[in-house]
């Protein structure tokens, strides 16, 4: 436990699953992603995996289904939007 968690009470509602496919060259992009997701939903991220693969768009899949796809939506993910997504998903 690190020392400033001592006073959060223990999480153990319903968690989701992300991963996110990019392209290597894109790797700041993809941890700014995840680091927006975390601050949007915390606790309620169960795991979240970043697969770098050569030449691969952004794609974003949250509990195996995929949810957005930068070659097919011609722009970048909002995490904003994964998040409410998410939160859909654990309702």
């Known amino acids: ?26 790797e700041e992009t993809a941890l700014l992603l995840a680091r927006r997701l975390f601050a949007e939903l915390d606790q309620r991220i169960g795991a979240l995996s970043l697969v770098p693969e050569e030449g691969h768009d952004f794609d974003v899949w949250l509990e195996g289904n995929l949810v957005h796809s930068s070659s097919s939506e011609g722009c970048e993910p909002s995490a904003q939007a994964l998040a409410r997504l998410a939160v859909k998903a654990l309702s």
């Open 1 to 26: 436990m690190l020392p400033d968690d001592y006073d959060l009470p223990p999480y153990d509602g319903p968690t989701v699953e992300f991963v996110i496919h990019y392209d290597p060259s894109e």
